[in-house]
């Protein structure tokens, strides 16, 4: 078996695993696959980048000097204000190359580390009202999904507060918005006694990153754990012919004997589940189970609930409640 030395880089060790593979009846498939990671060509250049700055790191090079980008602009200038002979103007035009000045440039900025990013300067029309401390800016990348979370307008103050957030949806998945924010500008637009309908256009006239300007709710210490727990469906429910949820858009529509996994029981009134096997991670709002009852003992109540012993075949609209 070949012996590496202590020089030996980590390509020549890749080099010498691939060839010491051997073929082996009981881990064939294993087998070919180290040999096909192995021989990655990704991989082999990845290993000598890797060798070249460890290398550099052991060097430990110091710039000669700090201002090429400038040196070179004082040799330029010295160029031009005096008669030069072939080899001089080679060389002026040689330096006066986009290329290699932009080189020199980033040459300077290595050499005084100056890697700290340059943050642009506040807008002048920026509201002072705002607590420095609690203004969030939160950047979401928009797809063809909603970003799964409803709005409310407080009709004293106006504000537009986050009502629910749907479990699963892009708002959720961030893990940056959350139930009582209150919302100040989507994409640079104020908000602010703004409608929700009005505020859903923005958002739908708005394409890939959403950015969104919140102030923080209060957090809850005590806040209620998420439970999860599943459920068989004793009913059919389409949340289009529900009058009483609170946005139809974010119902989960489902039938009877279907398996749903409730995901939050935090709104004592509207839960939020997902239809087991569903390859949409986000949930919807269902009736909960003491609302639905609450519901069905009324309509049982006033008569207007067919007796579902007199019905051979229900049908799913029959037990529908408006």
């Not at 990671?37 to 110091?62: A, G, N």
């Amino acid at each position: 078996m070949p012996v590496l030395s202590e020089d030996s880089g980590l390509h020549e060790t890749l080099a010498l695993l691939t060839s010491q593979l051997r073929p082996d009846s009981n881990h064939k498939e294993e087998m070919g696959f180290l040999r096909d990671v192995f021989s990655e060509k990704s991989l082999s250049y990845l290993m000598k980048i890797h060798e070249k700055l460890r290398h550099y790191e052991r060097q430990s090079p110091t710039p000669v000097l700090h201002s090429a980008a400038g040196l070179v602009e004082d040799v330029i200038e010295e160029l031009q204000t005096a008669p030069v002979n072939n080899e001089e103007k080679e060389l002026l035009q040689l330096l006066s190359t986009p290329h290699l000045r932009a080189m020199l440039v980033v040459h300077d900025t290595v050499a005084q580390k100056n890697f700290d990013p340059v943050l642009p300067p506040l807008p002048s029309n920026f509201d002072d009202d705002f607590d420095e401390e609690s203004v969030k800016i939160v950047r979401l990348v928009k797809n063809k999904e909603p970003l799964g979370a409803t709005i409310r307008r407080d009709e004293h103050t106006g504000a537009v507060i986050v009502a629910r957030i749907m479990r699963g949806g892009a708002a959720d998945r961030s893990g940056l918005v959350h139930v009582g924010d209150e919302l100040r500008e989507v994409n640079g637009i104020a908000v602010l006694h703004k409608r929700p309908e009005e505020i859903s256009q923005i958002l739908a006239q708005s394409q890939g990153s959403i950015i969104l300007k919140i102030i923080p709710a209060i957090k809850e210490e005590d806040r209620l754990k998420d439970s999860k727990v599943f459920m068989r469906a004793l009913f059919c429910y389409n949340p289009n012919e529900d009058r009483a949820i609170p946005c139809q858009e974010a119902g989960l529509p489902f039938k009877k004997r279907h398996i749903l996994e409730v995901v939050s029981q935090d709104d004592p009134t509207w839960w939020q589940a997902k239809r087991v096997g569903d390859t949409n991670l986000r949930a919807g709002l269902i009736p909960s189970k003491q609302f639905q009852e609450r519901r069905l003992s009324y309509r049982r109540t006033v008569g207007t609930l067919q007796n579902p012993k007199t019905v051979k075949k229900p049908l799913c609209k029959s037990i529908l409640f408006l």
